[in-house]
């Protein structure tokens, strides 16, 4: 089993920063793969971007150049910097990850950009 914890949600007006952060403990040498996905009110949950323990990365094409996945792998931890923020990117921001066995969720942090 894995846990992930993300933090570093909150509100932020047009333009501005955040930095998510979601840390895995528990059973996570087998893990290959951390993502950030992310659900809108009324919306499905959709891709916002992944990363692999090789490092490399993919993002949703809309949030290419504003958003950046990235990992510290001694601390377990991977990070969401977003940048130029948006109202529409109003949304609940959930860490998944995967190993051999399945995939996991965290329980989400809201990030709200007013306007």
């Known amino acids: 089993q894995v846990q992930l914890v993300e933090s570093g949600g909150g509100l932020v007006q047009a333009g501005g920063s955040l930095r998510l952060s979601c840390a895995a403990s528990?059973?996570?040498?087998?893990?290959?793969?951390m993502g950030w996905y992310r659900q809108a009110p009324g919306k499905e949950r959709a891709l916002v971007a992944t990363?692999?323990?090789?490092?490399?990365?993919n993002y949703a094409d809309s949030l290419k150049g504003r958003f950046t996945v990235s990992a510290d792998n001694a601390k377990n931890t991977v990070y969401l910097q977003m940048n130029s923020l948006k109202p529409e990117d109003t949304a609940v921001y959930y860490c998944?990850?995967?190993?051999?066995?399945?995939?996991?969720w965290g329980q989400g942090t809201q990030v709200t950009v007013s306007s």
């Open positions: 528990g059973n996570i040498f087998s893990m290959y793969l």
């Open positions: 990363i692999t323990s090789g490092d490399s990365t």
């Open positions: 998944r990850a995967w190993d051999r066995s399945g995939d996991y």
